[in-house]
């Protein structure tokens, strides 16, 4: 199992570019997350999926749109990037119990210049 | 909203003595605090995780404490090694859902 794999692992934009963050994970998990981790701001959560078809909005969604294609796969959109949104940005799913550990991808440092 | 806090944001620490990290939480429905370690340049991982109806739990060296009436819960490492250093990063769950809210970290670094 690979868990969860996140692509790429680094990224350079200029302002005003897009983008598409790519997610799987390969444990039939039903509920998929994208955070952003800032220094001293921890994992803010930016989208969640519970499960195909359905997103919601999570603390920090301005900026951002997100598609759950099917239930492996999860990816997060920068349709025109923003120097704010220099950041780390992590996925990760969870079976979608309450108590659930979330497993975390490798992480995609991404730069807007 | 819902909001976690937590307490240091820094914190060194000789090897083989013991670290406390301390968070508090607003959502008094929440009932699923995890712990999770994250390393240099890495994912982050759970460490250990408590329940809202758990005082307290242990693995090996690590602990966690959960005091539902002070809404607050804490980390305890003991015999500190270097390979705890890290990033560690409070959660707590928002009610009635999946979702996680974090803690902003706390860098432990462990000397030898």
């Known amino acids: 199992n690979a868990g969860v794999t996140q692509t790429p692992k680094f990224q350079v934009l200029k302002t005003g570019q897009s983008m598409t963050l790519q997610c799987a994970q390969d444990?039939?998990?039903?509920?998929m997350y994208w955070y952003r981790q800032d220094p001293g701001m921890g994992l803010r959560l930016i989208y969640y999926?519970?499960?195909?078809?359905?997103?919601d909005k999570g603390e920090v969604p301005n900026g951002y749109n997100v598609s759950r294609l099917n239930k492996r796969e999860f990816s997060l959109r920068l349709e025109s990037a923003a120097p704010s949104q220099t950041s780390v940005y992590f996925c990760?799913?969870?079976?979608?119990?309450?108590?659930?550990?979330?497993?975390f991808g490798q992480g995609t440092r991404l730069t807007v210049v | 909203g819902e909001n976690v806090e937590q307490h240091p944001s820094t914190l060194s620490v000789q090897e083989g003595d013991s670290a406390v990290i301390k968070c508090t939480y607003s959502?008094?429905?929440?009932?699923?605090f995890p712990w999770y370690k994250q390393e240099l340049g890495k994912r982050p991982q759970l460490i250990i995780d408590?329940?809202?109806?758990?005082g307290e739990k242990k693995d090996q060296r690590i602990a966690v404490t959960l005091n539902k009436t002070a809404k607050h819960f804490s980390l305890h490492i003991t015999e500190t090694q270097p390979e705890d250093s890290a990033v560690y990063f409070c959660?707590?769950?928002?009610?009635?859902?999946?979702?996680?809210?974090f803690g902003t970290g706390t860098r432990l670094q462990v000397f030898p």
């Open positions: 990760a799913s969870t079976p979608g119990r309450a108590d659930s550990e979330a497993f």
């Open positions: 444990m039939n998990h039903n509920s």
């Open positions: 999926s519970a499960s195909e078809g359905t997103t």
């Open positions: 959502d008094s429905a929440s009932n699923y």
């Open positions: 408590i329940r809202s109806n758990v």
């Open positions: 959660a707590a769950s928002i009610s009635h859902t999946d979702k996680l809210i």
